[in-house]
Every structure is written in C-alpha cells, then in structure tokens.
Antibody
C-alpha cells in the first residue's frame, strides 16, 4: 500500500521560496511512468494542480501548470525515495494547503496528509 | 473560478439517492477520463471514481460514475450520514495541458 508523508515549514515570508518534501513508502519514485504530483487547495481558488514529475525510459520529466511554470521546481530524490516542490517568489496568495499525490490516468491516489503553508511576514 | 462547474451543494435524506454533476467542455471532460474525490473536513481528498466509472478497491458500489459529452455525474445511493462531505470532480484539460478540478459540492444528508 502506497503512503505519502509530507514535511516542510508552515510559514514562509513573502518573496522567499516555499519548499516541501513528500516521502514515499510502498512504491518507488522512479516507477516507470508513474507521475508524482503537487496540488494545492485554498478557499479562494479551490483545488489547483501545480505540476508533476515522472521517470520514463531512464529519463526524468516534469510538467507544470501554466500559471506556475516560471516559478515552480519539482525534483525527485531516488536515494531517499521522495520528491519535492519549490515555489519561488511567493506572495500571500500562495497561502494554501499543499498536497502531494501519486497520479494515474487523470486521477490522483493516494494523497499526502497536506500541509497548511501560510505566506506572511 | 474553476474550469469544471459543480453545484455548490446538494442534500437528501438517509437511504435516498443523490447525483452531483460536473460540467466541462470539449477540451477536458469530452476527451479525457473523469475522476471523483470525497473530502471529509480536515482531511485529504480520497479517490472515489476513476476512468469515468471505475471504483478503486474498497469503495462501495453505492458510489457510481457516468459521463456523457461534456458532463459527468457522480451518483450516491443508499445515503448514509457518513457520506456528508465535499465532493470534487477532476480531469485533464488539453488546452491547459494539465489537470483541472471542479469547485466542489457539499453533500448534506438530512
């Protein structure tokens, strides 16, 4: 059974970088073609897919939502079997609950427990 | 404003059947599989339906999904008080080149 455990700070200052990690158990981050995603949720914007990374034919790929492409990085660490999100130049509008999730063909399961990240000085 | 449109709320009595609709367009629902999620307060969303109508292991057959054209529907029969939650639809949007979600529907079991 796949389990995702998220970690990272709950408070980030404006203009800084929001960094979160998702540790995987029961699966491998380098499983061929399996997408590992970041999704966030806020009262004002609902559920927003941010991006994903996946390993296929010995290469790593990343896809990003258009709105975040310029300031989002998603990396995988095969030794620690985890993947991470870095969202640069954050503003208070980036305040949200951030989730990691394993992906399939237009579905997401399981999800991490979620971390509420507040952007404030 | 979410790309996919859901009613803000639905309600029904225990034991009854309720449906939740998810409206999209030719760039998302019409061409891609739809998934549905249940979210209890304070918890992460949980996959209920994938590939339009398939249920993951452990999801009771009281939950069913269907799709026609640019709309999808989640039906819940034999309502239980434990079904009170938020429900979201999701799919891929080919124009946006990524996943999109509905705004969510609150289910109240009266």
């Amino acid at each position: 059974q796949v389990h995702l455990q998220q970690s990272g700070p709950a408070l980030v200052k404006p203009s800084q970088t929001l960094s979160l990690t998702c540790a995987i158990s029961g699966d491998s981050v380098s499983s061929n073609g399996a997408p590992w995603n970041w999704i966030r949720q806020s009262p004002s914007r609902g559920l927003e897919w941010l991006g994903r990374t996946y390993h296929r034919s010995s290469k790593w790929y990343s896809d990003f939502a258009v709105s975040f492409k310029s300031r989002l990085t998603i990396d995988a660490d095969t030794f620690k079997n985890q993947f991470s999100l870095r969202l640069h130049s954050v503003t208070p509008e980036d305040t949200a609950v951030y989730y990691c999730a394993r992906g399939g063909n237009n579905w997401f399961a399981p999800w991490g427990q979620g971390i509420l990240v507040t952007v404030s000085s | 404003q979410s790309v996919l449109t859901q009613p803000p709320s639905v309600s029904a009595a225990p034991g009854q059947r309720v449906t939740i609709t998810c409206s999209g367009s030719s760039s998302n629902i019409e061409k891609n599989y739809v998934s549905w999620y249940q979210q209890l307060p304070g918890t992460a969303p949980k996959l209920l339906i994938f590939d339009d109508y398939q249920r993951p292991s452990g999801i009771p057959d009281r939950f069913s999904g269907s799709k026609s054209g640019t709309s999808a529907t989640l039906a819940i029969s034999g309502l239980q008080t434990t079904d009170e939650a938020y429900y979201y639809c999701g799919t891929r949007d080919d124009s946006l080149n990524g996943a999109v979600f509905g705004g969510g529907t609150t289910l109240t079991v009266l």
